[in-house]
């Protein structure tokens, strides 16, 4: 079974959730090894993914962010991915640079790599949520998925989890979920019909004609918004009382769980700022340290 998924924290924790690891190994005319899950987790619930940590696709390209129209491996969206993350970082290294430069590229060798897989008639499993990015990544992929025959699976991440022992977690993304947890989930995996494909497919088109700076979830519906759509958050929490902004943003993501990152934020308190909305009460190097406040 292939998964796809859209983040990389996600991805990463499903790639351990069906990880195999080497048990024992004996030398001799043939070595022999001997391959074997990690040891089951004792919460009920819990498991690993049968398969390996190779049959994990990571389509990262924050679709919810930015021109829709550019395909997604364009130089356009290589920059964009390239400036969310880069804002996290602020001890610089060459090698860093490098690196986030090719993660566009890293996840248009994933597409093709699913597209392969595809093309060999295995079985594809999407886990998404209602996160922006995610929905937006399901929807986009189902444009390439109904040019195929394969059987398409999908687990859609629950608003909620009740468990044993009557306490309730609430999730927003499937970056929130621990590795051993994914397998609690599969009593939500059905089968994705070829006309469900059709239909997803038809409202990313809709989506990309419409081509908004931003898109949200809005009453439950994919949207498309301006680039200041989030910014009343930042007005909730911000006062002339300075803070540090790494606390701002903090709070923000606390009280108002709505599957957008740290660096969203980030930018737009740049932009504020920048704007002579905010001032910056003591500059930092690493933007997360400054304090700022109301200007």
Known sequence: MIEVLFGESEA?????????IITSKVDGPTSVWTVGKKKLP???NCGWIEGTAEEVICLGFLLDIGDIKEDTGSEYRKRMIYSMYAQERWERSEEMETELMQLCDSYCTEMERLKAYLTDGATIRVWYSDAPYSRCGFYHLCTDLKKYQNEIRVVKLPEYKVHSDNSTTF???????????FAGFLTCEKKLSKEEI?????????????????????NGKL?????DFYDFLIWKRITR???????????????????VGDWWYAKR?????????????EDSENKYARIICLA
Not at 12 to 20: D, E, I, L, P, V
Not at 198 to 216: C, F, G, H, K, V
Not at 269 to 281: M, N, R, V
């Open 223 to 227: 949207i498309g918004v301006p680039e």
């Open 241 to 259: 009382k300075p803070i540090k902004e790494a606390r701002l943003i903090g709070d923000i993501l606390g009280y108002n769980q709505l599957g």
């Open 269 to 281: 308190i740049d932009y504020l700022i920048q704007s002579g909305k905010i001032k910056i009460i």
């Open 198 to 218: 059709q239909t997803y497919a038809i409202l990313w088109n809709i989506l990309q004609e419409d081509n908004s700076p931003l898109r949200a979830v809005v």
């Open 12 to 20: 990463g924790s499903m790639k351990a959730a069906k990880n195999t």
């Open 171 to 181: 999730y927003n993304n499937w970056g929130e979920v621990a590795a051993e947890e």
């Open 42 to 44: 004792e919460r009920k």
